[in-house]
């Protein structure tokens, strides 16, 4: 029985850049917080509260304390008011989250209307809204087709959400506009997590997925991967229950862009564990067959 990871799996640039600036500002003040979960991982934002870094979800519950922006960016009138009551920021929102912040507004100003491709209950789209001036669209697929031809179409996406899903919506879009402008908003490490999730699903009979059950990309993943093969999305090792993995030859793992190392080490010793495999037991993801392959 083989035991393999998509390569490029677990946390990306943004994530990475908002825990350590977040740890680096708890060390010169313990008193701070984020706005909203930091990122989407219950067990990692346990760890930052661990550190002393809580989560506020209103600004009379900041009490004047430094405050972190989180990866995905918060609405725009919330961050001006913060910094109105002259709240010390850090600012963490993911260069690439803020980078669709400037083509909303961009696009705005040169008189599209704006699509948003996304999900609209999800903290990014709902920033993504804010810096939107005028009513935005949220198509969450195709279903959700204007009914009317309109002008002059600006459309952007999600960050974790999938190309080929794009493209079809904008394919669709195409008939009921004058004039389409599209700015491809998808991040290129979602795209890459879902191609390596891809390919080993294909070379799988089983896979599993690990990550917060509240992370968009995740459920992207454990989607992509589902639609070929038998797919368990997962949090923690614990939930692993033997008979998953019952007469299965190849089996993968794959950790979305918001999943810490440690759990996808302690999912693959688990599942060693359950093939009767524990001598093989890693300390290190890198270590784990499959995340260094070319
Ligand atoms: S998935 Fe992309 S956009 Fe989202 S936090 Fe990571 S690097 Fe930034």
Known sequence: MKVKIAKNSGFCFGVK????????????????????????????????????????????????RPTIIRSHGIKKDILEEIKKKGIEIINATCPYVSKTHEYARHLNEEGYQIIIFGDKNHPEVIALKSYVKGNAIIMDNVDDLPDKKIDKIGIISQTTRNIENFQELIKALVPKCGELRIINTICSATSIRQKSTLKLAKESDLM??????????????????SDFIETYHIELADEIEKRWLFNKENIGITAGASTPDWIIVEVYNKILKCIGNSQKQIHKVEDIPGFKEE
């Open 208 to 225: 599993i997925v690990i990550g917060g059950k509240n992370s968009s990309n995740t459920k992207m993943l454990a989607k992509i991967s």
């Open 17 to 64: 850049r908002a825990i350590n600036m977040a740890m680096e500002a708890a060390k010169k003040n313990p008193k701070i917080v984020t706005f909203g979960p930091l990122i989407h991982n219950p067990q990692m934002v346990e760890k930052l509260e661990q550190a002393g870094i809580s989560s506020v979800n209103a600004i009379s519950e900041i009490k004047d």
